[in-house]
């Protein structure tokens, strides 16, 4: 179901966050950008009126809508990279990546909501509360282990090419890089790991069933395998570079399709 927010409140919210997702996204991308004022103050507004617009979605309980769980995600992206970019001085430069995805993110979740759906019971709400907010972590961390994975893979292009790029001039350097998509790599995979556990006991308060493989269990355990075999790769093969960039987009593209992308086919397309 095609769905907009309708009520004045929640619209305006809405349209807030969103124009400042859009202002984020174009500040890194003018001329001379830098670590600076305009860059901190534009991150943090949109921080602030994703996270103020994602409360206002859950406040009273949790919502399984498509719309709904775009948003939360955008919403605690924002704010991981903004306490990434705070505490290491490259990881601003993923901004002209991550930005402008988060931007057509909210796009998509503003104009697309999907039916929502009631939780099942069985489970204890503190958690379920848990197993939510485990997934939305994860979700956000691996979203900036791809983003720093296609920073590395387009800075290696370039290099290869011996033609550097507007864009490439403006991403971390490929060491940078690594190094921000191995630790938050092996911090997905660790939040990864307590989701699936999570959602495992969920699964049996809720059917008395441990083990029941549904597309979003099986999904998250290809990603979780994929991602394992990378940060095993990482220390016995050295393997790096374009090689293990792939590896971390996939393991975000089976991710997605767990999550937001199940959501996708079931409210939208069925």
């Known amino acids: 179901m095609v769905d907009l927010l ?3 409140k929640p619209l305006l919210l809405n349209l807030a966050a969103l124009a400042l997702l859009v202002a984020a996204a174009l ?24 996270a103020i617009f994602a409360l206002t979605l859950v406040l009273g309980g949790w919502q399984t809508d498509l719309g709904t769980t775009l948003w939360v995600s955008i919403a605690a992206t924002t704010l991981l990279f903004f306490l990434i970019a705070a505490t290491t001085r490259a990881n601003w430069r993923l901004a002209p990546l991550l930005m402008p995805y988060l931007a057509v993110l909210g796009v998509v979740a503003s104009v697309v909501r999907g039916e929502p759906r009631p939780m099942a019971g069985g489970a204890p709400a503190i958690w379920i509360d848990l197993h939510i907010i485990i997934s939305v972590l994860t979700y ?10 296609l920073a590395v893979f387009l800075q290696e292009r370039a290099l ?17 890089a690594e190094r921000s998509a191995d630790r938050l790599l092996l911090a997905s995979g660790v939040v990864l790991g307590l989701g699936i556990v999570t959602g495992l006991a969920t699964q049996y308060f809720e059917s008395g069933t441990i083990w029941r493989i549904d597309h979003k ?3 998250s355990l290809i990603a979780f395998g994929l991602i394992c075999a990378l940060l095993l790769g990482h220390r016995v093969c050295g393997v ?9 987009l996939v393991a975000y593209l089976l991710v997605t399709l767990a999550f937001p992308g199940v959501k996708f086919v079931t409210q939208i397309l069925l």
């Open 6 to 8: 309708l009520t004045p």
């Open 240 to 248: 790096r570079g374009r090689v293990a960039a792939r590896v971390v």
């Open 217 to 219: 269990t099986l999904l």
């Open 27 to 50: 500040v890194p991308l003018r001329s001379g950008a830098g670590r600076d004022m305009p860059f901190w103050v534009m991150v943090g507004a949109a921080v602030v009126n994703t």
């Open 140 to 149: 956000a961390l691996l979203t900036l282990a791809a983003v720093a994975s």
């Open 160 to 176: 290869k090419r011996k033609r550097p790029t507007r864009l490439s001039r403006m991403l971390p350097a490929v060491v940078e």
